[in-house]
Every structure is written in structure tokens, then in C-alpha cells.
């Protein structure tokens, strides 16, 4: 599998989460990430700084949106709210696009039930 900027996208192992994902084989030049699941097999889209900001964003707000904080009972309802609204339980195997109408969904419901109070 090829990076975005041409490297090879390269299986490595997360220690802090003990978990696997892509990496480009350009690191440190290039930062791309893509989540891999227990069998090694990719997940989602390449990630790239744009997309990893826009997914921090994502979070930050669904944090805000759902709870006061990061608590395992938030992390419940934003992976069943992701999975109703995209069919993915995490923010993490969103695409640019998911992202961005969920983020736009997120705004539009906040400016919403902002009238309505």
C-alpha cells in the first residue's frame, strides 16, 4: 500500500496502546498514519495532517457534545452516535469527507438547540 506522498505505508506496533497501524516508511518527513485492526489489515482512510487535525476536532467536540469530559460512559455514546450516523464506532476510520458532514451535523444541531433554550 502506497503513501500519499509515494513511500510505502508500513505495519508497526503502538506500544502506548498496544496497538497496530501504517506508518510511512518516509517517517519523519512524513507523518501519514492509517489504523490497522488485531489482524494487521488497514482501516479507513490514510491520514494525513489536515486529516488528523480535522479528526482532532471531531473528538474535542463529540467530548464537549456528549459529557463533561473523558469518560468511559461518553466514549460509549459517541461510538454508538458514530456508528448510527457513519456505520464506524471510531473517529479514527472516518474519511476527510465523514468527518467534515459530522462536524457541519454537530455545528448545525448546536446552533439548533441553542435557539430553542
Given amino acids: 500500500m502506497k ?3 509515494g513511500g510505502d505505508m508500513i505495519l508497526r506496533f503502538n506500544k502506548k496502546c498496544n496497538c497496530q497501524f501504517y506508518g510511512c516508511s518516509n517517517y519523519p518527513s512524513c ?3 492509517m489504523v490497522a485492526d488485531k489482524e494487521g489489515n488497514p482501516i479507513g482512510a490514510i491520514a494525513d495532517d489536515e486529516l488528523r487535525a480535522l479528526r482532532k476536532k ?3 467536540l463529540l467530548y464537549e457534545y456528549f459529557g463533561s469530559g473523558y469518560h468511559w460512559a ?3 455514546e459517541i461510538a454508538n452516535f458514530l456508528q448510527n450516523e457513519t456505520g464506524k464506532p471510531y473517529v479514527s476510520r472516518l474519511n476527510k469527507e465523514e468527518v467534515t458532514n459530522l462536524l457541519n451535523k454537530i455545528a448545525k444541531d448546536k446552533i439548533v438547540s441553542e ?3
Avoid: E, F, R
Fill in 3 to 5: 503513501c500519499k506522498c
Fill in 31 to 33: 507523518k501519514n498514519t
Fill in 74 to 76: 461518553d466514549t460509549c
Fill in 58 to 60: 471531531l473528538s474535542d
Fill in 115 to 117: 435557539n430553542n433554550t
